[in-house]
């Protein structure tokens, strides 16, 4: 299994700004994945990478992913308030599917 | 499309008592995940059920316990509960082994202890 490490743990933006979350994992996985949790509600898939893949676009949702320093950043453009929520990065091995979520980072978007 | 669904979506349990959570995955799943998250905190894993069997499960004591039924629904149970496992307990579902890796949760069953 994998977990990653979200950095920072907080972030605080003001409307319009970019944000970005970084993660860190420790060992090869075949695709790294972000979630969004919006307060007390379930986690909602954001964006999927593959392991072969440098660079993912989803509307205003950048993911780059550098498998050579197992570190993945998720970019979300023109924030806004909407946007506050926990964020979390999955990433995935070979050979099974339990996935782990690390602490995740909290953004505030203020508006 | 139905979405995961769990149940109840709040409950209040005094110290010691038992209870019950349920899940229902999206159909044609049939990987059913369980985690729980403490207050302000983040995921930590519970279980993991594929077919009706356990796959996987963290590191929780064994007063944790669930099942996975034919129709790919799932229990989680906890015994004799503890202050501590007051927490929001979500269950994800996926479309199993051959899966992308995604997982689409439900809204979370909020357990409170006291």
């Known amino acids: 299994s994998q977990q990653g490490e979200e950095d920072p743990q907080a972030l605080s933006i003001q409307e319009g700004e970019n944000a970005t979350m970084n993660c860190s994992y420790k060992t090869s996985i075949n695709n790294l994945q972000w979630y969004r949790q919006n307060s007390g509600r379930g986690l909602v898939h954001l964006i999927l990478i593959r392991s072969n893949e440098r660079e993912k676009h989803s509307g205003r949702l950048r993911v780059t992913l550098d498998t050579s320093k197992k570190s993945s950043s998720l970019l979300i453009t023109a924030s806004r308030a909407a946007d506050t929520a926990s964020y979390f990065c999955a990433p995935q091995g070979a050979g099974g599917f339990k996935t782990i979520f690390g602490a995740g980072t909290r953004l505030f978007v203020k508006a | 499309e139905a979405g995961v669904t769990q149940s109840p979506t709040h409950l209040i349990k005094t110290r010691g008592q038992q209870v019950t959570l349920r899940c229902s995955p999206i159909?044609?799943?049939?990987?059913v995940y369980w985690y729980q998250q403490a207050l302000g905190l983040g995921l930590q894993f519970l279980l993991w059920?594929?077919?009706?069997?356990?796959?996987n499960r963290g590191n929780f004591p064994p007063r944790f316990s669930g099942r996975q039924f034919p129709n790919y629904s799932s229990e989680l149970n906890v015994n004799a509960l503890e202050l501590e496992d007051s927490a929001l307990y979500l269950c994800?579902?996926?479309?199993?082994?051959?899966?992308?890796?995604?997982?689409?949760f439900g809204e979370g069953s909020r357990l409170t202890v006291l």
């Open positions: 994800a579902s996926s479309p199993g082994l051959k899966n992308t890796g995604e997982l689409f």
């Open positions: 059920y594929d077919e009706g069997e356990e796959r």
């Open positions: 159909s044609g799943h049939t990987s």
